[in-house]
């Protein structure tokens, strides 16, 4: 069973930042790209950040220069670390994995269990 589990969300000021966090648990054989998506009221998922195995990253334009996404591959965790946000932030945050349970499976899309992120003007 693999569990993706976030934190970090919460209500913040335009102009604040927040940093989220997302962990990968269970069975783990490999995790290929990973990423995080948002959803607004009313609106479609979305992609923000994404960033494969090796490091190389791809941000929405909304949100270049005031995101950043890394990851720690030995703690199997992505992060998200927020600047300069905005009341259009403001959005249902979720962790994406591309993981291959066991080298016996191919591999698979996971989903968080989603965050809040707040941001009032």
């Known amino acids: 069973q693999v569990q993706l589990v976030e934190s970090g969300g919460g209500l913040v000021q335009a102009g604040g930042s927040l940093r989220l966090s997302c962990a990968a648990s269970g069975s783990i054989f490999s995790i290929n790209g990973m990423g995080w998506y948002r959803q607004a009221p009313g609106k479609q998922r979305e992609l923000v950040a994404v960033?494969?195995?090796?490091?190389?990253?791809k941000y929405a334009d909304s949100v270049k220069g005031r995101f950043t996404i890394s990851r720690d591959n030995v703690k199997n965790t992505v992060y998200l670390q927020m600047n300069s946000l905005k009341p259009e932030d403001t959005a249902v945050y979720y962790c994406?994995?591309?993981?291959?349970?066991?080298?016996?499976?191919?591999?698979?899309?996971?989903w968080g269990q989603g965050t809040q992120v707040t941001v009032s003007s």
């Open positions: 994406n994995a591309d993981l291959q349970p066991r080298r016996t499976l191919p591999s698979y899309d996971y």
């Open positions: 960033i494969s195995s090796g490091g190389s990253t």
